[in-house]
């Protein structure tokens, strides 16, 4: 049966408008074969959940640098959970301060990737992890 | 048989020899292409005798939380030997959201000061001479209003708007480019910035209403070359857009300044900077007919930038900072601003700051670096730089005009964006593989280090006191007079009539910067943005 590609949506939430990280992460996501889309910026909680069930994603990962990833994450987890999407692999990267990364798996956040993670390292951890989803 | 020789390629793409050497000036003439400090081309610098007569304006960014607290540390930074300030404002002032907007929420404060209306510009500047202390606004899809606040502010601590001294950024196209702060649709958003131009001419010609800053995008990924190169395409619209309203050359360019990047490498950084102001001096005199000196002089804030820095080994900042004030000085900039240590963990602590202020002071204070101009002047390797910059700049600068219909066209498609964002990810596909090499990422790593860095904490009790602070105003403000200001804005809007009066008008009786910038909505509409990766 043959694979067919993993699908991730890089999404801006918010008002922050600094996307050289979510910029690079899908061009990188994207040479390692994966289906990438990325809709620009200041995207909503609602925008998101809606845009990964229209394009029918495996993977959202969220790009933050405002600082305000802990009550964009949380959002992002209760409508996914309300919108019966908590399958979604949810990963999240940016300026995130290392002892911010408990509470944002508390949430049911993934992965955490902050700046200077490298592309290598994402693209094993979806890897493995959306492949573990299916059965 | 020899040891072979490595290569050097420079970020911009230029290959460097080992050894420079006389043969590397036959091409420039040196009457014509350096030229004496503070004449035509300006190569060498903008002023005769530079920092031996003036050091440069140390002025670095802040601005957090509320308006007092931002108040505060502005003294904090006027007392400790700042001359200027750099106003930075929270995300929801920046895209046009009062604090009660809902799409402000989580973000009230965070990342600069929240204004919503004149009354919290008013308390940021309580205390501050703002007729001594060069103030700079961080702000440009709302610059208009903002500028508009500015100036009532001036007035009402007695400084009259034809002797207002200060610069805006309000260069919006960059923001399509990079750092993403954008509202409007690229055309009417440029259009504001020819309002602000031309009310300035004509009402306030001290004051530097537009910045442009190649900063942001090199900071989205840019090279050096093309760092300049878009942003001369950007100021060159602007100057255009000046034209277009009925002013003379001279009567205006003068006051559009320039913010430039410095992060990489020492040598490309400096022939950068040298390059850009020999061109930019080219270019007003040439293609625009500029007569006057002042005119064609390319002024600019050259400050080290958050590129540059790690996330690893932070302290290792501290020294990165002091090389790029060394380049930015050894640019011959007027105005210098470094980013703190801690920049990719936090917004700067006041420690933070205060090391970076103190690195300016150490390096013009105990180097000598005000003793001469330009020293590095005449120089085989920097001077055969410069030219090769010179050249590469301008060919970039064709490309956009040529290939890509002008840089309003080639930003309202993305075109510039994906440009950028292809050379960035090149740049960090180099950084991963070790062939770009960068101090504690990828040469002297250390796997199980001590991140010490203390992070500016975020209180979200100040969205409800700015929510509150806002409604006293509004309840206290007379509403006729509000709605008859917006409607001003929006007919002044609408007819092609410079904003600018009924900004003036709006925010003297206290609109909020979110019905303000519903009401230039309603004419202009949102942009759409146009992803091509």
Redesign the interface.
């Known amino acids: 049966m043959p694979n067919k590609p993993i699908r991730v949506l890089i999404a801006k939430p918010g008002l922050d408008g600094h996307d050289r990280g979510a910029r690079l992460v899908t061009l990188a996501l994207r040479d390692a074969g994966f289906e990438v889309i990325y809709p620009g910026l200041h995207q909503t909680v609602p925008k998101i959940v809606e845009t990964a069930l229209q394009e029918d994603v495996d993977v959202i990962g969220l790009s933050i640098l405002s600082g305000a990833h802990l009550p964009i994450a949380e959002k992002l987890m209760n409508e996914l959970r309300a919108a019966g999407m908590d399958d979604k692999l949810v990963i999240v990267g940016g300026n995130i301060p290392e002892q911010d990364i408990p509470a944002l798996k508390a949430l049911g956040v993934a992965g955490v990737f902050p700046s200077s993670s490298r592309f290598e390292e994402i693209v094993a951890f979806i890897q493995s992890n959306v492949a573990d989803k299916v059965p | 048989m020899a040891d072979k020789i490595r290569d050097v390629i420079l970020e911009s793409g230029i290959p460097v020899k080992p050894v420079y050497g006389p043969e590397d000036l036959s091409g420039i003439d040196p009457a014509q292409d350096i030229g004496k400090p503070g004449e035509f081309p300006f190569t060498r610098g903008i002023h005769p005798l530079m920092y031996r007569q003036r050091p440069f304006t140390m002025r670095q960014y802040a601005g957090f939380g509320m308006p007092h607290e931002t108040n505060q540390r502005f003294k904090f930074l006027i007392e400790n030997g700042q001359n200027a300030l750099n106003v930075a404002f929270d ?2 002032t ?2 046009g ?1 009062d604090s009660s907007d809902p ?5 009230v404060g ?2 600069g000061m929240a204004v919503d209306t004149l009354a919290d510009m008013e308390v940021a500047f309580a205390g501050i001479p703002i007729d001594q202390i060069s103030v700079s606004l961080t702000i440009n899809a709302v610059a208009a209003p903002i500028m508009a606040m500015y100036f009532v502010v001036a007035e009402k601590q007695g400084v009259p708007l034809n002797q207002v001294r200060g610069t805006a950024q309000n260069d919006i196209l960059k ?1 399509y480019i ?5 509202i409007f649709p690229v055309e009417p958003a440029v259009r504001l910035i020819g309002d602000t131009i031309e009310f300035c001419a004509r009402n306030a010609p001290k004051y530097y209403p537009v910045s442009v800053c190649g900063y942001h995008i090199r ?3 840019a090279n050096p070359v093309q760092e300049i190169a878009y942003a001369y395409a950007i100021a060159k619209e602007y100057i255009r857009r000046g034209l277009g309203r009925g002013l003379g050359i001279d009567e205006f360019a003068g006051q559009i300044s320039f913010n430039l990047d410095i992060y990489g490498n020492f040598f490309e950084q400096i022939a950068k900077f040298r390059a850009a102001r020999r061109l930019w001096a080219r270019i007003m005199k040439d293609e625009f007919g500029a007569q006057n000196p002042s005119t064609m002089m390319m002024k600019m804030i050259a400050g080290g930038g958050g590129g540059g820095l ?3 080994q932070p302290e290792n900042n501290i020294v990165r900072g002091a090389y790029y004030a060394l380049i930015s000085a050894l640019s011959g900039t007027q105005t210098m601003a470094l980013c703190s240590y801690d920049e ?4 700067p602590t006041e420690k933070a700051a205060l090391i970076s202020l103190r690195t300016m002071q150490i390096l013009i204070e105990e180097m000598g670096i005000a003793d001469t101009v330009d020293p590095l002047g005449g120089s085989y390797y920097v001077e055969s730089l410069t030219s090769e910059f010179e050249k590469r700049i301008s060919a970039e600068i064709q490309r956009v005009d040529d290939e890509w219909g002008g840089i309003v066209e080639a930003v309202s498609g993305g075109i510039v964006q994906g440009e950028v ?2 050379q ?2 090149r740049f ?2 180099g950084i ?1 593989d070790g062939s770009i090499p960068k101090v504690g ?1 990828n040469r002297f790593r250390m796997e199980e280090e001590q ?1 010490d860095v203390a ?1 500016h904490p ?1 209180d979200p009790k100040q969205a409800e006191e700015s929510i509150r602070r806002t409604a006293e105003v509004i309840a206290a403000r007379d509403a006729g007079t509000v709605e008859s200001a917006l409607q001003k804005v929006r007919d002044a809007a609408a007819n092609g009539h410079n904003t600018m009066p009924a900004l003036i008008e709006a925010v003297r009786a206290y609109a909020t910067i979110g019905e303000i910038t519903k009401t230039l909505k309603e004419v202009f509409g949102e942009y759409a ?1 146009q ?1 091509k ?1």
């Open positions: 995300l929801p920046q895209m959201l799409l402000a929420e989580g973000e965070r990342v923001e990079g750092r993403g702060a954008w900071e989205s990924g790690t996330i690893e990719a963990y936090t917004i964002a292809r960035a990810y960090e596909k991963q990422v991140r992070l975020y943005e992803v990766l």
